[in-house]
Nanobody, 122 residues
Framework: QVQLVESGGGLVQAGGSLRLSCVAS????????MSWYRQAPEKQRELVAH???????NYKESVKGRFTISRDNAKNTVYLQMNSLKPEDTAVYYC????????????????WGKGTLVTVSS
C-alpha cells in the first residue's frame, strides 16, 4: 500500500512562514505529479500548487509569489514553502500524488494524505 504523510502545519501570525512536507511511502514504482490542495471550513477543496515529475510548477493565483512548491524525487517528498501568510490561507492542507505502484505499473493512481492544519492569525 501507499501512504502520504504531511507535516509542518501549525499556528502562525499573519506575515509569517511555514514549510509543509509530504512523504510518500510504500510500494511505489514512480511518482508523476504531486500537488498541494487546501480546504477551508465550509469551502470546497482547491488546488494550491502543482509540480510535475520534471519540475514544472503552477500555482493558484492568490498564492503566486508567496508559496513555492518543490520536490525531492530521491526522497519521494514534496514541499510547500509558504511565506507572507494571510488569515485567508487558513485551511487543512492536503498532499496529493499521482503515482504508479509495483503491482500496477501501467496506470497512475491518485493518492491523498490525511491533511495538516494551517492556522494564520491576524
Amino acid at each position: 500500500q501507499v501512504q502520504l504523510v504531511e507535516s509542518g502545519g501549525g499556528l502562525v501570525q499573519a506575515g509569517g512562514s511555514l514549510r509543509l512536507s509530504c512523504v510518500a511511502s510504500g510500494s511505489i514504482l514512480s511518482i508523476n505529479a504531486m500537488s498541494w490542495y487546501r480546504q477551508a471550513p465550509e469551502k470546497q477543496r482547491e488546488l494550491v500548487a502543482h509540480i510535475t515529475s520534471g519540475g514544472s510548477t503552477n500555482y493558484k493565483e492568490s498564492v503566486k509569489g508567496r508559496f513555492t512548491i518543490s520536490r525531492d524525487n530521491a526522497k519521494n517528498t514534496v514541499y510547500l514553502q509558504m511565506n507572507s501568510l494571510k488569515p485567508e490561507d487558513t485551511a487543512v492542507y492536503y498532499c496529493h500524488a499521482n503515482l504508479k505502484i509495483i503491482t500496477n505499473p501501467w496506470y497512475g493512481v491518485d493518492y491523498w494524505g490525511k491533511g495538516t492544519l494551517v492556522t494564520v492569525s491576524s
